[in-house]
């Protein structure tokens, strides 16, 4: 069984910044690709970064393309969100996941989910 915690949400202005990170326990990280999801109150959830197992490879959602990167560090089993110039639209609760495949965007593929972390941005 694989244990996922995110940390890092919290309440930030308009054009602030955050670090989610999202620990990983209970099976060999490199083993998964490495996603991170978000969900606002009344949608869906939607895909936001992903990184694949090996790191050298990330992914991103148009909406977040050039503020946030995401980012692993193998050897601590911790992916990062680093999420800059944040927006009210960037609100939500913000999700880390496990993948044993090889498709990184769509969330009904993920295998293991954390508990999610709130993200709140001000305008």
């Known amino acids: 069984q694989v244990q996922l915690v995110e940390s890092g949400g919290g309440f930030v202005q308009a054009g602030g910044s955050l670090r989610l990170s999202c620990a990983v326990s209970?099976?060999?990280?490199?083993?998964?690709?490495m996603g991170w999801f978000r969900q606002a109150p009344g949608k869906e959830r939607e895909f936001v970064a992903a990184?694949?197992?090996?790191?050298?490879?990330?992914y991103y959602a148009d909406s977040v393309k050039g503020r946030f990167t995401i980012s692993s560090d193998n050897p601590r089993n911790t992916v990062y969100l680093e999420m800059n110039s944040l927006k009210p639209d960037d609100a939500a609760v913000y999700y880390c996941?496990?993948?044993?495949?090889?498709?990184?965007?769509?969330?009904?593929?993920?295998?293991?989910w954390g508990q999610g972390t709130q993200v709140t941005v001000s305008s």
């Open positions: 990184i694949s197992r090996s790191g050298g490879s990330t």
């Open positions: 996941a496990a993948n044993q495949g090889f498709v990184y965007s769509d969330y009904k593929v993920y295998d293991y």
């Open positions: 209970g099976r060999t990280f490199s083993r998964y690709v």
